[in-house]
């Protein structure tokens, strides 16, 4: 074996070195194989991690006799059944030897403490197998090592083995009652079985032995704690005193949860760590509030013995005194931040927020009686106050550790409240006072933050903490809402005034003041709606509100607000957070603007000057751009036009398109023209031609005027899209060509999305907005589109200009829609498919008849298109969903054609050729159970067929039947030979599921199909159900006309039931 072991350590060695090129792997090999098979080698790791020379000192190196552990570990653990005898006594006689050699005589692996926590997590492995049946006597021996030896210099538990025995018990505890670390194993019968009857078998012979010697240990040292600092004794006997307390209260506080409470809760322990709760040692301070967390977080079966456990601790008086002391050294910190004494007062909100929750619980138990309830509620009131200087603490960490316990006192409160909707009583709303001042405090940000720093995560948190505390301000809400508005109204009127006075406010303040005005809306829940939130208005009808003069009307607590706020001039405060604040607010409530019109320029001036959209900061104008279109917007009908026209003035100089092309791609398979494209700041900027063209709007009532101002905003973008045209087509390399065409084509859509939408049916003098200039634009993106449609993100961009300006312009630019169509479908990819056809199903909705020459050019080389694309095989799921999603769009396009009364081009004499195979097509999607989705959309598609084309034909010389819809002559017989045997058979098919709910749903567009044919055939549908459809597929004569009858007579949501029912039945009896 010897040889072997040399072996093994000459591996390890190599393995451990990676510049040993030429034997690593075989190195890594050898020791994974050793490793591998645990159950052979485990006696050759155990001599590598305990053999001796004979000085005493260990054999092996220690990287070695690391990987020795993980062998052994990996032979003990997982092991559910006791070891054979032989190796049971050689391991333990080895550890056992190890044990006293190394820690009672000798170093305790003062030159590895890694190996130290690994061997005991080892033991405690070897701990688990044996225990229970083999070594019974393990806490024993380990009891009689830890006491001191007639050969010892020192007096007292021998240090090493007492770390070793807390080590120890920890990871049994970590082992068998850590319900974390057991979360995160897979569970099995067998250790869950194991653990229990370690659990049971300590409990049973040695948990009082380990209690007394863990708190005996721990109580010598506190006392030799003590007596050194008292004496300024030497630091090594200092630190290995505090060591072995700070290690003995975790080792407490590990099993406090599974073992009798009355063992660990006594006259002794409680002021032993009160007491250390308060020391100078921080370690020791932090583990002695786990400790007490878990003590108070133990569950006992009777909610009086539960009190009783809370009332001997008497922990709220304790942490009220220490929430004191330490707020006071806090203060006398000042800025000098402790990051090590603010973990403590975090330690000390959490210890607080789960004895609230313990006392909570009681107060909401059911089976506990009255007294016990009362009393805990008592005790919970009297925490209230520590609770909220917690919430108070300036350092959000701290704060948020008693927002559980804020939680479930305010749901309570909100309980009873819907109970005894009556006044609340006087404690109740003193603590809600005082609860709401802590929380508009701590709405403010902190002076030294700069919230400009978007990659600040303490901004990021900040944010988020602000959010939570408004979930709380609502929950007060809702018990007493004048509370919170009365205090939200009075501290931003105060704020705000105190800044018109001239009084110096620090910049969070300022922005806390606005803030409030921001979110008061949310806030008032009683408040009106639309201009009803800012004045005491009548009610007016909507067609008269254009012409009510609201000025005369007083205003709500929110218009004072916002008058306030705008008349303040606090929007030239210096800080662009508090601008920001102020135009975020002003944009939230354009309806406040409607009522005091006058407040209108002021908020505009600052918009549009160094405060707003001039401002010197990127990011900043990025937002107010967005800001800026959003007020615009909601305002436009109180805007004259001579004010229009300068605000545009005013913007030109921001309209500029600026391109960067980067020099190399974000991604390794990224590419320079897509990475070109995303431009935050130009998306941004799109919000700004938005703007101009809605602003642009306003001048309806000049066209001269109007179209002049449009063409001084267009004609240098179309010039420059005309000169980067030109590069593109010399054949420069650059992508600045690309990317400003692309830029341009998206502002002019921008620009003309501005405007307002050409109306479905325009009046007879209706006037087009600016014709000439849109028909200018449509042009020059035309010309561009038909020199670059090979790239996908001109095409796209096109789509979207051209989407805008039809939507616009209507029937004034459908003149380029033939040509448009034509280069957008020379080169396309199979995703820009779905949006084609969107596009398509847009102009639709908006040109009605005026598309039919275009979509009956369109329709055959679409559906050619289509077919093409679908009767390629998809090769993975990206493919089959992008296949779904192209049949969905088309079938949508087809039923938007039938929708708008455009049915006729698919029987003209250019598509007549193509009108069945379509049918064909689309019956064969209607059928196909693989894509449950389209299959629904076909059916509906049928269903809608067959109102329009289903018709029956008058006879010659009968009168009209007065339905607007003209039957397709033949149709019927496509109805009956093809389409209802075909969705009929959809139920049968061996792939149908009635249990799976997109099954369902199609079973119901079955049902619907055929109930619209025997509505719009009549009483031949019902026949040929009756006597032909049904008998032929075997269905009994009363089976059929009951069938056919229920088909006529039921409405949709009972045939659809009884369909399903039907079905159902039928396939659980075949």
């Not at 008592?378 to 106050?385: E, G, N, P, T, V």
Request: with cysteine; glycine share 4%.
């Amino acid at each position: 074996m010897e040889q072997q072991i040399e072996q093994v350590v000459q591996a390890i060695a190599i393995a451990s070195d990676p510049t040993q090129t030429a034997l690593y792997q075989q190195a890594l090999g050898y020791i994974q194989t050793i490793q591998q098979n645990a159950s052979e080698t485990w006696r050759l790791a155990l001599h590598i991690f305990v053999d001796a020379n004979g000085d005493g000192r260990r054999k092996y190196p220690t990287q070695a006799r690391f990987w020795a552990l993980r062998v052994l570990d990996d032979f003990l653990d997982n092991r559910f059944e006791p070891l054979d005898q032989d190796t049971f006594r050689t391991i333990q006689q080895a550890f056992v030897n190890y044990i006293q050699s190394e820690y009672v005589g000798g170093p305790a692996e003062a030159e590895g403490s890694f190996l130290r926590n690994k061997f005991s997590h080892t033991l405690t492995l070897f701990f688990l197998c044996t225990y229970v049946q083999q070594w019974p006597s393990f806490f024993t021996d380990i009891f009689t090592l830890i006491q001191p030896t007639a050969q010892s210099s020192t007096s007292g538990f021998n240090h090493h083995i007492s770390l070793l025995f807390f080590h120890l018990v920890l990871e049994i505890s970590g082992e068998v009652a850590d319900q974390m670390i057991k979360s995160a194993r897979t569970w099995t019968e067998e250790r869950h079985a194991r653990d229990t009857n370690v659990r049971d078998a300590v409990r049973e012979r040695d948990a009082a032995r380990i209690n007394e010697a863990v708190l005996t240990i721990v109580a010598e040292n506190t006392e030799r704690m003590n007596r050194v600092r008292e004496s300024s004794g030497p630091a090594q006997e200092l630190a290995n005193a505090i060591e072995v307390v700070d290690w003995g209260v975790r080792t407490f506080g590990s099993y406090v949860g599974w073992i009798d409470i009355n063992l660990t809760v006594t006259r002794e322990t409680v002021p032993l760590l009160f007491k250390l709760l308060a020391d100078s040692s921080l370690p020791i301070r932090l583990a002695t509030s786990v400790a007490l967390l878990r003590i108070i977080s133990k569950g006992l079966k009777e909610p009086s013995d539960k009190l009783q456990l809370l009332k001997v601790l008497s922990l709220g008086e304790v942490l009220d005194a220490l929430e004191a002391k330490t707020r006071k050294q806090q203060l006398e910190r000042g800025e000098d931040t402790d990051e090590a004494e603010e973990s403590y007062r975090e330690a000390l909100g959490k210890l607080l927020n789960v004895l609230g929750l313990e006392l909570a619980k009681l107060v909401e138990e059911p089976t506990a009686n009255e007294s016990v309830r009362a009393s805990a509620s008592m005790d919970l009131q009297h925490l209230q106050a520590v609770m909220l200087r917690f919430l108070a603490d300036d350092y959000d960490d701290t704060c948020s550790t008693v927002f559980p316990l804020l939680q479930v006192i305010l749901s309570s409160y909100k309980r009873s409240r819907k109970v005894s909707p009556g006044p609340i009583d006087e404690q109740k709303r003193s603590f809600l006072t005082a609860l709401l001042q802590v929380i508009l405090q701590k709405l403010k940000w902190d002076e030294e933050a700069d919230p400009d720093d978007t990659d600040d995560d303490d901004n990021a948190e900040f944010e988020k903490m602000r959010k939570e505390l408004r979930t709380f301000m609502d929950s007060i809400l809702t018990v007493d809402q004048d509370l919170v508005t009365t205090a939200i109204r009075t501290l931003a009127l105060n704020t705000i005034s105190a800044y018109q006075s001239g009084t110096q406010l620090k910049w969070n303040d300022a922005e806390l003041g606005i803030y409030l005005v921001f979110i008061f809306g949310e806030i008032n829940k009683t408040g009106g709606k639309g201009r009803a939130a800012f004045c005491h208005a009548p009610a007016i009808e909507q067609k008269e509100k254009k012409k009510t003069d609201y000025s005369e009307y007083p205003l709500t607590s929110h218009g004072e607000m916002l008058t306030a706020l705008v008349q303040s001039g606090i929007a030239s405060y210096p800080n662009r957070a508090v601008s920001l604040q102020f135009f975020e607010t002003v944009a939230r409530y354009p309806d406040f603007f409607k009522v005091r019109k006058e407040c209108i320029l002021p908020a505009l001036e600052a918009m549009i000057d160094s405060r707003g959209l001039h401002n010197d900061n990127a990011t900043y104008r990025s937002r107010m751009f967005y800001l800026f279109y959003r007020f615009i917007k909601e305002t436009r009908n109180e805007l004259q036009p001579d004010i229009s026209v300068t605000i545009i003035n005013n913007m030109r100089d921001l309209l500029p398109i600026q391109v960067e092309i980067p020099t190399e791609p974000e991604e390794p398979e990224g590419d320079l023209l897509t990475d070109a494209l995303k431009n935050s700041m130009f998306d941004s900027q799109l919000y700004l031609y938005e703007t101009v063209g809605i602003l642009t709007s306003v001048l309806s009532r000049d066209p001269d005027q109007q179209g002049a101002l449009l063409l001084s905003l267009v004609k240098p973008l179309m010039e420059e899209l005309s000169a980067n045209l030109q590069s593109f087509t010399a054949g420069t390399q650059d992508l600045t060509p690309v990317v400003k065409v692309h830029h341009i084509t998206m502002a002019l859509g921008n620009i003309s999305k501005g405007f307002p939408d050409y109306p479905a049916s325009a009046p007879e003098n209706y006037m087009v907005p600016a014709v000439k200039v849109f028909s200018e634009v449509a042009q020059a993106i035309l010309v561009c589109l038909e020199a670059m449609n090979i790239l996908k993100p001109i095409r796209d961009a096109t789509r979207f200009a051209f989407a805008r300006i039809l939507a616009t312009a209507g029937t004034s630019v459908t003149s380029f829609i033939p040509a448009l169509m034509n280069n957008l479908l020379a080169h396309f990819e199979p995703s820009e498919l779905v949006d084609f056809m969107n596009f398509i199903g847009l102009l639709i909705h908006k040109l009605q008849n005026d598309m039919f020459d275009v979509l009956d050019k369109l329709i055959g080389p679409l559906n050619a298109h289509i077919t093409v694309l679908l009767s390629q095989a998809a090769s993975g799921t990206d493919e089959m969903r992008a296949q779904s999603e192209t049949k969905k769009a088309f079938l949508n396009l087809l039923i938007a054609i039938i929708s708008s009364k455009l049915e006729g081009i698919f029987t003209s004499e250019r598509n007549s050729a193509s009108f069945e195979p379509l049918l064909g097509s689309m019956l064969g999607l209607a059928e196909d159970l693989s894509d449950t989705g389209s299959q629904k959309v076909a059916l509906a598609f049928f269903t809608r067929c067959i109102t329009v084309w289903g018709q029956p034909i008058p006879q010659p010389g009968s009168a009209p039947n007065g339905t607007a819809s003209q039957g397709l002559p033949g149709f019927e017989r496509f109805i009956y030979e093809r389409l209802v045997p075909s969705v009929f058979a959809v139920p049968s098919l061996p792939e149908f599921n009635i249990k799976d709910g997109q099954n369902v749903v199609v079973l119901g567009e079955v049902g619907n199909l055929l109930q619209t044919v025997v509505k719009v055939r009549g009483h031949e549908a019902q026949t040929y159900f009756a006597t032909a459809f049904l008998p032929s597929k075997g269905w009994p004569t009363d089976a059929a006309i009951d069938f056919s009858t229920k088909l006529q007579e039921l409405d949709a949501k009972t045939f659809r039931k009884y369909f399903s029912d039907l079905i159902r039945a039928s396939r659980s009896s075949s």
